[in-house]
C-alpha cells in the first residue's frame, strides 16, 4: 500500500483557483490509479476526478468537468488536482485514494486515503 498526504485546501471566494497535492510515501506509486473524492458536511463522499497509473486516462464528475484538472508527476510521487472558477458547491473535505487497478468512480474500490484538505469556497 502507499501512503497518501493531501496539502492545498483552503479558504478561497468564488471563481478563485486553488490546486491541491497528493504525496504519496512508497516505491511503487506509479504502480496505481489515483482519484479524488470529496465529502460536503451532511453528504455522502463523492468522486470527483481520477487519473490512470501512466496519466494516460483521465476521468471527471460532471459537476467538475471543464473547471477541475487532474495530474500526475510519478517522478516527485505527487498527484494534482487543479481547481478553478470555484463555486460555493465545491466547499468540501477533499480526499486522495489509490487503487492497483483504474481510476474508479467508486469509493469502495480504493484501498488507501489521505487524511483530506478542507476547502471552503465562499460566495
Known amino acids: 500500500q502507499v501512503q497518501l498526504v493531501e496539502s492545498g485546501g483552503g479558504l478561497v471566494q468564488a471563481g478563485d483557483s486553488l490546486r491541491l497535492s497528493c504525496a504519496a510515501s512508497g516505491r511503487t506509486f506509479s504502480q496505481y490509479a489515483i482519484g479524488w473524492f470529496r465529502q460536503a458536511p451532511g453528504k455522502e463522499r463523492e468522486f470527483v476526478a481520477g487519473i490512470s497509473w501512466s496519466g494516460g486516462s483521465t476521468n471527471y464528475a460532471d459537476a467538475v468537468k471543464d473547471r477541475f484538472t487532474i495530474s500526475r508527476d510519478n517522478a516527485k510521487n505527487t498527484v494534482f488536482l487543479q481547481m478553478k472558477s470555484l463555486k460555493p458547491e465545491d466547499t468540501a473535505v477533499y480526499y486522495c485514494?489509490?487503487?492497483?487497478?483504474?481510476?474508479?468512480?467508486?469509493?469502495?474500490?480504493?484501498?488507501?486515503w489521505g487524511q483530506g484538505t478542507q476547502v471552503t469556497v465562499s460566495s
Open positions: 485514494a489509490a487503487n492497483r487497478n483504474y481510476p474508479s468512480t467508486v469509493a469502495g474500490a480504493y484501498d488507501s
